[in-house]
């Protein structure tokens, strides 16, 4: 469905590239959770998937030979920027319309996709009012609607609470169940990656780590680039604080 091949960007006045060689594939209905600390080059990758960027070297191929390209979806970090119509119904009849259904149409593409994520009942609400969650939620509705079949997350996660996260991991668990191929790029992966296939991890924007999350956790340095190994033990109220020693007295 995806197949990135040695991938690279290049900024301007950058003393290294932002991406450097990445190359992986993504079958379809796979799950892939993209880790790596800020900086390492996720949202530079996902962009690139997206189209949204030229790489400085390299290929992005979607599809495969049996179908078209497919419609690629993104969820934002930051949801409002997603948010376009004044109510959830609007926003999400948006793509229906640009795709060339009709206002009635699109509405009602709209009103059955936003009961399947679970917003039924917040039509007509102004769609700013939503949680963090709920919007995000509303993000994927848009992407349904437009009947993308690749649903890339952009750290899904920033900003939520613990019901916010709730919300997107019970809409990512739904995007599989549809046969979706989903790719999540977070830093956060200790809130999703039981739900993937395969952990990659980045690293000063190359690919150090494409395979088993069960792996990762159990034999890689995940520390040394730059993500706190999210089996470690808590036990004590020391154990909460984050730093190499977990010593409250340094």
């Not at 006045?13 to 892939?32: I, N």
């Not at 079949?149 to 939520?160: G, M, Q, Y």
């Amino acid at each position: 469905m995806l197949e990135v091949s040695s991938l690279t960007r290049h900024f301007p006045g950058s003393a290294r590239p932002a991406l450097d060689s990445v190359s992986f594939s993504v079958r379809r209905g796979e799950c892939v959770v993209v880790s790596g600390a800020n900086g390492s080059g996720k949202s530079v990758l996902m962009s690139l998937i997206a189209a949204l960027d030229r790489p400085t070297s390299g290929t992005v191929s979607l599809g495969d030979t049996d179908s078209s390209e497919p419609r690629v979806g993104l969820v934002f970090q930051d949801a409002d920027s997603q948010i376009l119509g004044d109510t959830p119904l609007e926003d999400v009849a948006y793509g229906p319309v640009n795709l060339g259904k009709s206002r009635q149409e699109a509405r009602s593409i709209a009103a059955l996709t936003l009961k399947r994520v679970g917003l039924e009942g917040r039509e007509t609400v102004p769609a700013r009012s939503l949680s963090g969650g709920e919007k995000r939620r509303l993000a994927v509705a848009g992407i349904l609607a437009m009947d993308a079949e690749i649903v890339i997350f952009d750290e899904p996660f920033a900003n939520l609470d613990w019901p916010g996260v709730v919300q997107v991991n019970d809409i990512i668990r739904q995007l599989r169940h549809m046969g979706k191929t989903l790719v999540i790029l977070t830093h956060e992966m200790e809130k999703v990656l039981a739900l993937a296939d395969r952990l990659l991890v980045l690293f000063q924007g190359k690919l150090v780590y494409d395979g088993s999350p069960n792996q990762a956790l159990r034999g890689e340095p995940l520390e040394a680039w730059g993500i706190r190994n999210p089996l470690g033990c808590y036990e004590r109220l020391e154990d909460l604080l984050w730093s190499d020693t977990g010593d409250l007295a340094q």
